[in-house]
């Protein structure tokens, strides 16, 4: 089982490999995509290396839930109603919506998630420890 | 013009790897032309020829019935240039092949001299493209012939390439016999 430590390292490797990054662009707070420039194909990549690195499988739901951010049922006026908030809490745990939900703009989504998100995500994967 | 960037394929085997050849020749325009007074093969299009030689090895992998498409160079590097009378052997080797996707390697050698490595990410379109065709399936069979991947391509375990049953229907259809 690999520490929480391991977890963040394997994911930066991964990060750097995918996205052409330097080491030290890596960090936990770091967004994939207004810092690390990642773009929509990147996170494809990015899901190869981190089920290769990891031996898991992603479910590509998991991290990108675009059926809720294009469903009629969770959307109102490009915001996510409250339905739609707790949908997304029930199914990315690991991420932190406290900003998004004051004002859930569903273009803002795109940038919520985190390096730390995503090794919050891989850690509960692979059952790590800290 | 045709977009062909490989010119015939030498090895094949289903799933793993695929060796393409390319001749670069002074009766390509571009080679003249790209850069004034240097001949040279414009490095896009040897990276063109290895995602040919990697989308057709991915491609194959599903039969064919993916719609495969080149969605990122990860990295690239070009160790010299590739002019008039070289041969360049493309080597595409699959690193991942998953439901959606496939992360290739790729190298280009002059004799054995590395010309250039990189790697692609490949992405199989989804259901939102349901009904979209790349290719009509008949041309596609007549490329894939024309490069001489059905005459080296094995699979896994030894045995020749079979054509898919969709692709010799296709052909069936647009030669107007009756197959059924």
Known sequence: ?130 | MRWFWIDRFVEFESGHRAVAVKNVTLAEEHVLDYLQGYPILPPSLIVEGLAQTGGLLVSQHGDFLERVVLAKVSKVSFQQPARPGDTLRYTATIEDLQQDGAIVRGTSHIGETLQAELQLVFAHLDDRFQGVDQFYPADFLQMIRTFGLLDVGRNADGSPLTIPRHLLEAEALANGEDRS
């Open chain 1, 1 to 130: 089982m690999p520490t929480k430590e391991e977890v963040f390292d394997k994911v930066k490797d991964s990060l750097i490999e995918a996205l052409g990054l330097d080491d030290d662009e890596v960090t936990p707070d770091a967004t994939m995509v207004g810092d690390l420039g990642a773009e929509s194909i990147d996170f494809l990549d990015i899901v190869f290396r981190l089920e290769k690195a990891f031996g898991i499988e992603i479910p590509r739901k998991e991290l990108f839930p675009e059926d809720i951010l294009t469903n009629a049922e969770f959307v109102e006026g490009g915001k996510v109603t409250e339905t739609g908030l707790n949908e997304i809490k029930t199914r990315m745990p690991f991420i932190d919506l406290s900003k998004f939900e004051e004002d859930p703009v569903v273009q803002d989504f795109g940038n919520l998630l985190t390096v730390s998100d995503l090794c919050r995500y891989i850690s509960g994967k692979v059952g790590a420890a800290d």
